[in-house]
């Protein structure tokens, strides 16, 4: 089955109002960014993202935050974005602050079927107790806070202790980006920008991927593929020479002999 659509603008033309995504990239390594501005020329709005971070003002996910077109954020990592920051606690903007293997776990498992799963993250705290603000009225009050969640004590390997309960997390659309693909949506991902990619991509009922290089069917040796094209359903090459940035620099100094 050929998954190949035109263009970026082709694959997301059905991201409506109110959609959920999940986004994959880490910091700013491996953010699909065409298809994220895709969705910006689009107009959607009232999103609910899904992804570790919300990039920073001007790039990854913080070019729909800044237009405000994203209702609700769950993510384990909120720094590096000062509009977040405001959008956050003026209450324009709601978040979700999830432990981060904690995030992905809930995004494998919803991509595996598996409804909920028991964790020891969290325990003791607002996590697992509630209170979490994820709204605020904007005059510094808490408009709405997370509920406490079931917690259920296990022994497991003859230790007991306690457990929280997560849900699984499956969104309506997922965006990714892989440095390789073919037509049957089996993807290579480069390095470090694999990251939380392929977790998002298993949680989104329908997962578009955008990648630098398309190949033909065969053209990927079944050991290198790092997700199975049954996950995917729409692929859109667009190409190596895309900008890719890097969120923080830190070089040494030559040293002067």
Not at 44 to 49: E, G, I, N, Q
Not at 235 to 253: F, L, P, Q, S
Request: charged share 25%.
């Amino acid at each position: 089955m050929d998954k190949t659509v035109a263009s970026a603008a082709d694959a997301v033309a059905d991201i409506g109002d109110g959609a959920s995504l999940a986004v994959g990239g880490f910091g700013l390594s491996g953010n699909p960014m065409e298809l994220i501005r895709a969705v910006y020329a689009r107009g959607s709005r009232s999103l609910h993202v899904v992804s570790n971070n919300c990039g920073v003002d001007d790039w990854g996910l913080g070019i729909l935050l800044s237009a405000g077109r994203i209702r609700k954020m769950t993510s384990s990592y909120v720094g590096e974005n000062r509009e977040f920051e405001r959008q956050f606690l003026s209450g324009e903007l709601e978040l979700e602050l999830t432990p981060q293997g904690t995030l992905v776990e809930k995004l494998r498992a919803g991509g595996a079927g598996i409804a909920a799963f028991y964790t020891q993250t969290g325990i003791g705290t607002q996590v697992a107790e509630g209170g979490l603000p994820q709204r605020y009225d904007g005059a510094g009050g808490v408009a709405l806070a997370s509920a406490p969640k079931d917690v259920r004590r296990f022994t497991v390997g003859g230790q007991p202790a306690e457990y929280v309960l997560e849900e699984a997390i499956v969104t309506d659309f997922a965006l990714v980006h892989a440095a390789v693909g073919d037509v049957h949506g089996n993807l290579v991902f480069h390095r470090a920008a694999r990251n939380f990619t392929p977790l998002a991509a298993m949680a989104g009922r329908i997962c578009i991927a955008q990648v630098e290089e398309l190949r033909p069917a065969g053209g990927i040796d079944p050991d290198d593929v790092h997700l199975p094209g049954v996950y995917v359903h729409r692929v859109v090459e667009v190409g190596a020479d895309i900008e890719k940035r890097i969120e923080r620099r830190t070089v040494r100094k030559e040293r002067e002999d």
